[in-house]
Nanobody
Framework: QVQLVESGGGLVQAGGSLRVSCAAS????????MGWFRQAPGKEREFVSG????????SYADSVKGRFTISRDNAKNTMYLQMNSLKHEDTAVYYC???????????????????WGQGTQVTVSS
């Protein structure tokens, strides 16, 4: 069974840091282009960050560039999102997702990702 499970969300003060994880089972993160998305109440799901299948090409939304870092640990079959200098507007449910094995690069379009986790809540207090 293919599954992505996010963890590490929580409540943090503005300016603080948090790392969310995405543990994969039934698929290998090193053979997939992966991404992080987030969705705030009343808003559409938006792209946050992605990493290429090779693991060498990251991409970031302008709103998080310089503050967030995507990475993966192939041995643990897990992807991470390190979030620093958090802002109130970063509050959302964070989802990890995987593209089909055919594709090498991340995109910002949610429909391009076929496997999704259940999400983890990140709340940043101002």
């Amino acid at each position: 069974q293919v599954q992505l499970v996010e963890s590490g969300g929580g409540l943090v003060q503005a300016g603080g840091s948090l790392r969310v994880s995405c543990a994969a089972s039934g698929l290998t993160v090193s053979s997939r282009t992966m991404g992080w998305f987030r969705q705030a109440p009343g808003k559409e799901r938006e792209f946050v960050s992605g990493i290429s299948k090779s693991g060498t090409i990251p991409s970031y939304a302008d709103s998080v560039k310089g503050r967030f870092t995507i990475s993966r640990d192939n041995a643990k079959n897990t992807m991470y999102l390190q979030m620093n200098s958090l802002k109130h507007e970063d509050t959302a449910v964070y989802y990890c997702a995987a593209r089909p094995t055919l594709f090498n690069l991340p995109t910002s379009e949610p429909s391009h990702y076929t496997v999704w986790g259940q999400g983890t809540q990140v709340t940043v207090s101002s």
